[in-house]
């Protein structure tokens, strides 16, 4: 059966049990979980959003350089590392990684991705270093289909641990476990108590900065 963003069942999230079966590894796991925290260079510090080096994918050659919105075409995906100064005291981290995603254009986005093509597509951050869950490291999935329900689906963020899926078109209001309220990809299934966080993002000096006005929503599996 194919998924249908809107119509993928909440219900689905009591299965997950069945799922864990394919679950990986103790060190599998570990390998998913972010470094430990080091002491901070306050000047390698940068609010831009700047493409890791990673081979084999379409930006490969452009790691370390900001990312620019022309760069992309839709569903384009890129992880791409942030650190503004402030992620040391609010976070204790020096850097993060997020995927980077052009995405058609939803009206939930306003204010939070930087429209592109006529207002038609937009270029959303989602905060990809850490599962709401237990911290692993969702990943981007053009398709596949899902361990706990059966269904098919396309173009959605799948932590690989316990097979939570988020969908980055439904960008919804969720409430943390510490009352927060967080705009987030929802989360159509899984483990995970709600949906993956957005980082606002912003055009300057025609390139991509992370905003950090929002950093509250990144504050979780034992970070701020």
Same mark, same amino acid.
Request: glycine share 10%; hydrophobic share 35%.
């Given at each position: 059966?194919? *998924?249908? =963003?809107?119509?993928? *069942?909440?219900?689905?999230? #009591?299965?997950?049990?069945?799922?864990? $079966? $394919?679950?990986?590894?103790?060190? &599998?796991?570990?390998?998913?979980?972010?470094?430990?925290?080091? =002491?901070?260079?306050?000047?390698? &510090?940068?609010?831009?959003?700047?493409?890791?080096?990673?081979?084999?994918?379409?930006?490969?050659?452009?790691?370390?350089?900001?990312?620019?919105?022309? +760069?992309?075409?839709?569903?384009?995906?890129?992880?791409? +590392?942030?650190?503004?100064?402030?992620?040391?005291?609010?976070?204790?981290?020096?850097?993060?990684?997020?995927?980077?995603?052009?995405?058609?254009?939803?009206?939930?986005?306003?204010?939070?991705?930087?429209?592109?093509?006529?207002?038609?597509?937009?270029?959303? &951050? %989602?905060?990809? %270093?850490?599962?709401?869950?237990? @911290?692993?490291?969702?990943? /981007?999935?053009?398709?596949?289909?899902?361990?706990?329900? #059966?269904?098919?689906?396309?173009?959605?963020?799948? @932590?690989? @641990?316990?097979?939570?899926? /988020?969908?980055?078109?439904?960008?919804?209001?969720?409430?943390?476990?510490?009352?927060?309220?967080?705009?987030? &990809?929802? *989360?159509?299934?899984?483990?995970?108590? %709600?949906?993956?966080?957005?980082?606002?993002?912003?055009?300057?000096?025609?390139?991509?900065? #992370?905003?950090?006005?929002?950093?509250?929503?990144?504050?979780?599996?034992?970070? #701020?």
């Amino acid at each position: 059966m194919k *998924l249908t =963003r809107r119509g993928f *069942l909440q219900g689905a999230i #009591g299965l997950a049990g069945a799922g864990m $079966t $394919t679950a990986l590894t103790v060190p &599998a796991l570990k390998s998913l979980l972010p470094p430990p925290v080091t =002491r901070c260079n306050e000047d390698d &510090a940068h609010e831009t959003l700047t493409y890791k080096s990673e081979s084999g994918k379409w930006y490969e050659d452009m790691g370390g350089n900001v990312a620019k919105k022309e +760069d992309f075409k839709l569903w384009d995906v890129a992880i791409v +590392d942030w650190g503004p100064k402030e992620l040391e005291q609010e976070l204790g981290t020096c850097e993060i990684q997020l995927a980077l995603v052009k995405v058609p254009a939803e009206p939930s986005m306003d204010g939070l991705g930087v429209l592109d093509d006529d207002g038609n597509t937009c270029l959303m &951050a %989602y905060h990809t %270093y850490k599962c709401p869950h237990l @911290c692993c490291k969702p990943v /981007f999935a053009a398709e596949g289909t899902s361990t706990i329900s #059966g269904n098919e689906y396309e173009n959605m963020f799948l @932590c690989p @641990c316990h097979l939570s899926l /988020f969908d980055p078109l439904s960008v919804i209001k969720n409430v943390d476990e510490q009352g927060r309220e967080v705009m987030a &990809a929802e *989360l159509l299934e899984g483990p995970a108590p %709600y949906g993956l966080p957005v980082v606002p993002v912003t055009e300057k000096d025609g390139g991509l900065v #992370g905003l950090i006005t929002q950093i509250d929503w990144l504050k979780y599996c034992g970070q #701020g």
